[in-house]
């Protein structure tokens, strides 16, 4: 009968398979070792308002210390806003060392 599978035939593709298999290397896989884009906004968000809120802090206290309510809140909440800003840089800075260094690797 012409339609029996012919059983050599099949071993021997079986074989050729595994071979095929072995050779392949393991596909690689990111999970676990990033963080997604929202978590990132997030953090940089979060490190923004906090050095606002802290430089506002600072600068409130030592208002009310020295009794001269505008001029420190405003020259500390500037100063919290760069330390912000430096902070968020900073952070992208990293996050894209690790980036290229990730590609680096995926290519070699």
Do not use: C
């Not at 050779?23 to 896989?29: G, H, L």
């Not at 050095?51 to 001029?71: C, E, N, R």
């Amino acid at each position: 009968m012409s339609s029996d599978p012919d059983p050599d035939r099949l071993r021997a593709l079986e074989e050729r398979l595994k071979k095929v298999k072995g050779q392949e290397p393991p596909p690689k896989t990111n999970t676990g070792k990033g963080f997604s884009q929202g978590e990132v906004a997030w953090r940089m968000v979060i490190e923004l308002v906090t050095g606002m809120l802290l430089g506002t802090a600072i600068g409130y206290g030592l208002d009310v210390l020295f009794g001269t309510l505008p001029v420190f809140l405003v020259i500390f909440s500037l100063f919290g806003f760069a330390a912000g800003v430096r902070t968020m840089l900073g952070s992208a800075r990293e996050l894209e060392r690790k980036a290229v260094e990730a590609a680096k690797d995926e290519r070699d």
